[in-house]
């Protein structure tokens, strides 16, 4: 098999770049056909893994964090949709959250991802569109899509530029609650059945966490068919500390302020305020209106620790 190795070099603030000789080591020894690429801009993985897919790799690996995994999705979702491959996907976690390697399976150590690649056990996993916001044409994604607070917190962290991790997240979401605290008025439609509240947040989730700790989904199975969906109303703020040590532990849906449920369809649309919003981590709009999201199932074959 030929393995397109997509490293992001600025991933983990310079952990992907620092990883690239492990990497070649490992999968010499082990004989795998390779070709090593860095990114250098925005979106360049997604042309990259697009490319690969057309040129007949039998494997697309993502070296780097969520937004590198997200582009690799989307360029071989393209692929799939212009009749040009469909190549698997692999991934190494050297990012920041490295929340959907999490999610799949992926070890997190370097050296357990690459054996990961060996062994190469695969699993089906579905893929979500979203559209709206800077996306009106969609943007696929593989862990989740998250409008409102958690939104908010992402864009914070990436503020933080002496914190790394899941330290960032938190203090991003602590600072959040005092500058998110007035929920949107939202009108939301859930396969076909509609609810108008104010809702701090809404989380439609193929995977597990966000965040690099908040399991929003923990009982999320990526290739079931379905979205998880956490929605949280108004709260004070007190109740917003609660919530963010409970999203910590998994605990959240035993809070009244909660609402979760399964679907493969959901809209949200802002009656009053606006919809900041996030796919996989990355920027889906600051001040949006309307955003969409479906459920597409068993799309890519993702190689992780467990066959399925």
Not at 50 to 67: K, L, M, N, P, T
Not at 109 to 114: D, H, I, P, R
Not at 228 to 233: E, Q
Request: hydrophobic share 45%.
């Amino acid at each position: 098999m030929r393995y397109k190795i997509i490293v992001n070099p600025t991933s983990g603030r310079g952990t992907g770049e620092q990883s690239i000789p492990q990497i070649e080591s490992i999968l010499k020894t082990a004989g795998l056909d390779f070709d090593l690429v860095r990114t250098e801009k925005p979106w360049h993985a997604a042309a990259l893994a697009q490319e690969a897919a057309s040129q007949g790799y039998d494997v697309v690996v993502s070296a780097g964090g969520d937004g590198t995994a997200n582009e690799v999705i989307n360029g071989l979702m393209l692929a799939k949709k212009a009749g040009q491959g469909t190549p698997a996907m692999g991934v190494l976690t050297v990012g920041r959250g490295n929340d959907f390697g999490y999610s799949m399976g992926i070890p997190t150590e370097l050296e357990a991802g690459c054996q990961t690649l060996i062994a190469d056990l695969r699993r089906t996993i579905d893929v979500g569109l979203v559209t709206g916001g800077l996306y009106p044409e969609g943007r696929y994604f593989g862990n989740g899509v998250g409008i409102g607070f958690d939104a908010v917190v992402g864009f914070e962290a990436l503020k933080l530029k002496r914190l790394h991790g899941f330290a960032s997240y938190i203090v991003a979401a602590l600072k959040t609650i005092f500058l998110y605290f007035q929920a949107p008025q939202v009108r939301v439609v859930i396969d076909g059945e509609e609810m108008v509240l104010p809702s701090l947040m809404v989380s439609i989730m193929n995977g597990i966490r966000l965040g690099g700790g908040f399991m929003v989904a923990p009982q999320g199975v990526p290739d079931d068919g379905v979205f998880d969906i956490c929605i949280a109303r108004q709260v004070s703020r007190p109740q917003m500390f609660v919530l963010i040590a409970k999203f910590m532990a998994g605990t959240q849906a035993e809070h009244p302020a909660i609402l979760t449920q399964h679907a493969k369809k959901l809209t949200a649309t802002a009656i009053e305020g606006v919809l900041p919003a996030h796919a996989d981590g990355e920027t889906l709009c600051v001040d949006g209106t309307e955003i969409s999201v479906e459920l597409l199932p068993r799309q890519i074959s993702l190689i992780t620790r467990t066959q399925g």
